[in-house]
Structures are given as structure tokens and as C-alpha cells.
């Protein structure tokens, strides 16, 4: 598939100045690595302020670049997704590297470790304060690790950087992503604060506007020479990810990418060196790469109400940012037996349908979209798309059995919702085939999300069954109830795929980032939430005053206080 639109750097860095940036990194790599906890907490809420004021034209560029309107509902996207997630991840940071300079250890506290009702190493991350608890109600975040980790060896595992005695340091390479605007910053500060290395970000194409907020809002780490932001097209990625200086590679974009650059192009040469576990790149290198994301609906006594959140929820998780999410919902996966099927699927259409079609800005949009879609007959397209735009697009009732279906193994970054459905009525049976569909059928280990009712669990066997879901779902982030995106803004949650994926078949990608309480050994998070939420939640698409709430919510995460929670609330109110 080709791009149809262009990923071309519109201002490109000599090669010679970046070599000169790297040189003067490097040096700094060292000094860097050696900064204590209080120094290094000094530098990052030395950040904060400057976020906050290039907030408004950070999202101003943004949404003229995506076509939303700064004024309303949808400009929440920029906000959330761009400033607020960046500022929660410098307090957070701060916060765990004050408590490393006290104690040791950034937290949380041990009784907070333990395991989960089949045995599996656990830690609670959220919420942790009383301002999270009021702003959240009913959300709770827990971090599961690797098979053969205690709870005790979890905690010993935590910011194995800062058990170092003299570190040398390193030069870590982040190769942002074009589409979500926290992202390269957030990468960053995961390379530089957990892992300790001094960083290079070569910006996408897509999103190189973000250059000058970026350099403005991080200047305190610029300018004592541990992080540089450059742009460029392929020559200059291909450059640094090649360079001697650079010690690891960071890429959050697709898994085409990734194997060019691990393997070579495509054909008999990537074929050999993957048999002989030869890889081009000889760096370590990390990633994030995306999901064909399952929306798992588990057959349940839902009220027309709670069908119509859910509905809400899963066009929130298609719509957001014009479906360029790799966290996405793509493919709902339902009982062909359950009641309520076809009164779910129609209030999904209606959902979607309040949303007008969004400018298909990610190059490639348009050749996926034809790809996937083509002239399927059952597709259906809702809205006038103008020129420049793409239909929200359903394509209802493909057999999860069916091995040739390309909805299966691609993830669309476009508008398109899929849903496939399975012969098991409900129950342990259901929930064992919706595991079996979603690991072994569907591309990719990033994000799941199964929707639940609570009194679907009351019964003693589901309620294990479902343990055994949670247990055995090949995926890094898992929402019950809500969107697997509150992995990635909780921030304090770890943000990867599962740990299943490997360098030849990468699937999701390899390694985490956020993770604020830098934990190690990991294999997934589970978020869970309540099955309907009031006030609506700012990130739903159909929340009327969404970008009043998310201004809010920015300044609240800078200085959190109880006190400005009565504020979002009655904002919220509104939507």
C-alpha cells in the first residue's frame, strides 16, 4: 500500500549540525547519567511551567493541522493527548525521583504488591491520591508481572538505574510518532529519567509543528545539553539510528518501519537474516507499534442505558483523533447469540453518527481505507465526507473463523470499526473463545478491551473464567469497562505491548515507556472502570463541553488540588 498523503520533511537538519548535536550529547551522557534524584526533579518541574505556557498554541497548531475546532468539543483531543498527558508525566516523574532521593524507592508503597486471585505477581498504581480517588471514581490500575516474579522481587527490581553506583551513561534515540502529540516528548523522558540516558527526538514528518512548543517547554533540558529535538525525512533517520554515537533506538510508528530498520526491505536477504537471527540493526531498540484492538462484549443483563454508554464508549474509542490511534477500537467482537446484538450494533451506528467525519490527515489514510474496504458490499459509511475526509465506516458481521480476512491482520489507521462474531452463547465458554480469537486470530499485542456487568461476574464459574481472561490475554494494556487508552494517560501505568512479541515477529513492539514508578519485569496492565460513568467522561466524542473540561484538567494536573476538582466537575456537567 502507498502513501497517499505526505510524510516529507518540510525542514530538514544538515547532517553535519546533527552530528554536532549528538557530539555534544554524548559528552553530556556521563555527567547526565550521574546527576543526583533531587538534581534530576529539579530539571523536570523546571519544565512544567513552560508546557503550560505554550499550551494553547501547542493545541491551537494541532487542531489546524487535523481540522478540529480550537473552540470546540473536539479541540479536548489536543488537549488531553497532548499537554495534559505531557504535564501529569513531568509531576509524576518529579514525584517518584524526590521519593528515590528520600527513601530509594519512587513507590508505592509495599502493601501495595501482592497477587492476583490465580497467583499472579500484582502491584496497585492507581489511584494513588485523594484528588485522583475524586476525579476517577470507580477507576483503579494494576500492574501485572512476568511468571515466576514474586511481589517481593518486583519491588527490588524498581529503578534499577538509580541502584547504580557510577553509571556511564548513554545516548538514546527516540524516533517520534506523527500522530499524538504527547508521544515523542513522553518517549523522551522515559529514555532520559527511567533509563538515564541523554536523548536525541528526530520528529515525524507528520507532526514537525510541534518542534518549536516542544523546545520552548523542555529549554531547561536543552539547554544544559541532554536533550535535542531535530526533523528530517528518511536520510536523517537512517543516519542517527546508524550513527556510532548512538547507544539504542526508541520507535513508536508501524511495524513496517520497525522491520526495515531491524531487518533490511523485504525479500530473500530480511528472510535470511531472520532465520539466522542476523539482524541489520545491531542496536538495542524499542517500540510501540499498534494493535487491531478487540472491543470484547461480553453477553450480560445490560439496560438500555448502559447499552447506550457502552455504544458512546466504543464510538469514543474509533472516533477519537480520527481513528489514528494504535490504541483504536477496530474490531468489536460479539456473541452471534446474544439478545441484544443487533440493538448494540445499531446504537454504535448512532454514535458514530453525531460525529461529523474528520480530515484524514495520517499519510496512507486513503490507500488503507481502499484496501480494507474497497467495495465491500456490507460496509456501511456514515456521514458526508468532504474532500480531504473519510466516512466513519462499519463493517458488521465477519466470521471470526475466517483465516483469510484482512481486517484481521491489518490494523486500518483510518475510520473503520469491524465486528466479527463467535458461536459460544455467553459465560467461561464465550469468554475462552474471545481470548482464543483475540491472541491467536488478531494482529498485534498492544491494547484489549472487554466490556463486562457486574452481575454477569456474580457468577462463581464467569467470574473465574473471566480471571483466566485477564490472565491470559497477550496484550500490554487491558480496559475493562473503558478504553484501553487510560493506560497511556495515566502515565504512572507502564505504556507497551505484551512481552509475548519478539524482534522477529514484533507484533505490538517490545519494551515500555511512562511507568513512573519504574517498574521492571512486566507483562501487561489492566485498567478497570465502571460500566457507565457520570458525569460523562471529557474524552468521550460525544461530550458537549469536552474542551472547557480538558483546559481544566491541563492546570489541574500541573498543581493538583481538591480544590480545583468542584471546577472540572461542573464543567463536566455540561456535556
Known amino acids: 500500500m502507498e502513501m497517499s498523503g505526505s510524510a516529507r520533511s518540510k525542514s530538514t537538519a544538515a547532517l553535519e549540525a546533527i552530528d554536532a548535536e549528538l557530539k555534544t550529547l554524548k559528552d553530556n551522557a556521563r555527567p547526565f547519567a550521574r546527576l543526583s534524584p533531587s538534581q534530576r526533579a529539579a530539571l523536570v518541574r523546571a519544565c512544567i511551567p513552560r508546557v503550560l505556557s505554550v499550551a494553547e498554541a501547542w493545541v491551537r497548531a494541532a487542531c489546524e493541522a487535523k481540522g478540529l475546532d480550537f473552540n470546540g468539543p473536539a479541540s479536548s ?9 505531557t504535564v501529569r508525566n513531568l509531576r509524576l516523574l518529579a514525584e517518584s525521583l524526590e521519593a528515590i532521593g528520600r527513601t530509594g524507592t519512587p513507590g508505592p508503597d509495599a502493601d501495595r504488591f501482592g497477587k492476583t486471585p490465580l497467583g499472579q505477581a500484582v502491584v496497585k498504581v492507581f489511584p494513588n491520591t485523594a484528588v485522583e480517588s475524586a476525579l476517577y471514581a470507580g477507576f483503579t490500575a494494576e500492574v501485572r508481572f512476568q511468571s515466576g516474579i514474586t511481589p517481593e522481587e518486583a519491588q527490588r527490581k524498581q529503578a534499577s538505574f538509580y541502584k547504580q553506583r557510577d553509571p556511564a551513561g548513554a545516548l538514546s534515540l527516540v524516533l517520534g510518532a506523527g500522530n499524538v502529540a504527547s508521544i515523542p516528548p513522553m518517549d523522551a523522558l522515559y529514555k532520559m529519567f527511567v533509563d538515564g540516558n541523554v536523548c536525541i527526538v528526530k520528529l515525524n514528518p507528520v507532526n514537525e509543528y510541534l518542534d518549536p512548543f516542544y523546545k520552548d517547554a523542555f529549554e531547561p533540558l536543552i539547554a544544559k545539553g541532554y536533550l535535542r529535538f531535530v526533523m528530517g525525512g528518511a536520510d536523517v533517520g537512517a543516519h542517527l539510528i546508524q550513527h556510532p554515537l548512538v547507544d539504542d533506538v526508541h520507535i513508536t510508528g508501524s511495524d513496517r518501519t520497525h522491520d526495515l530498520i531491524v531487518w533490511g526491505p523485504p525479500g530473500a536477504e530480511r528472510e535470511r537474516r531472520i532465520a539466522a537471527n542476523d539482524p541489520v540493526l545491531k ?40 481513528s489514528c490511534n494504535c490504541n483504536a477500537g477496530k474490531m468489536i467482537v460479539t456473541s452471534k447469540h446474544w439478545a441484544s446484538r443487533d440493538d448494540f450494533l445499531k446504537r454504535v451506528r448512532a454514535a458514530l453518527a453525531t460525529v461529523a467525519p474528520r480530515k484524514a490527515y495520517y499519510p496512507g489514510a486513503f490507500d488503507r481505507y481502499q484496501h480494507l474496504v474497497g467495495s465491500r458490499e456490507s460496509a456501511v459509511r456514515l456521514g458526508e465526507a468532504r474532500e480531504g475526509e473519510l466516512p466513519w465506516t462499519l463493517v458488521f458481521g465477519l466470521d471470526a473463523r475466517d483465516g483469510k480476512e484482512p481486517l484481521f491482520t491489518t490494523e486500518p489507521f483510518c475510520p473503520i470499526l469491524s465486528e466479527a462474531t463467535l458461536e459460544e452463547h455467553g459465560g ?5 473463545a474471545a481470548t482464543r480469537f483475540c491472541n491467536d486470530t488478531l494482529w498485534g499485542t498492544l491494547s484489549a478491551v472487554v466490556i463486562v456487568h457486574p452481575r454477569t461476574l456474580a457468577d462463581a464459574a464467569t467470574n473465574t473464567a473471566f480471571e483466566e481472561m485477564l490472565r491470559d490475554l497477550r496484550y500490554g494494556a487491558v480496559g475493562v469497562n473503558q478504553w484501553s487508552a487510560m493506560a497511556y494517560a495515566l502515565v504512572v501505568t507502564p505504556w507497551g505491548a505484551h512481552p509475548s512479541s519478539t524482534l522477529a515477529n514484533i507484533q505490538g513492539g517490545l519494551g515500555w515507556v511512562h511507568n513512573t514508578f519504574m517498574l521492571e519485569g512486566i507483562e501487561k496492565v489492566v485498567v478497570r472502570g465502571p460500566l457507565t460513568v457520570f458525569p460523562k467522561p471529557p474524552w468521550f466524542v460525544t461530550h458537549r463541553n469536552a474542551h472547557e473540561v480538558a483546559r481544566r484538567m491541563v492546570a489541574l494536573e500541573a498543581a493538583p488540588s481538591l480544590l480545583k476538582v468542584p471546577g472540572v466537575a461542573i464543567q463536566a456537567l455540561k456535556g
Do not use: H, R
Open 77 to 85: 483531543e489536543e488537549w488531553l493527548a497532548g499537554p495534559m498527558a
Open 428 to 432: 467461561p465458554e464465550f469468554l475462552a
Open 283 to 322: 542496536k538495542p531498540i524499542t517500540s510501540e507499534l499498534g494493535c487491531v484492538t478487540p472491543v470484547v462484549i461480553v453477553p450480560g443483563p445490560y439496560s438500555d442505558d448502559e447499552l447506550g454508554f457502552i455504544a458512546q464508549n466504543v464510538a469514543t474509542m474509533v472516533a477519537n483523533n480520527a
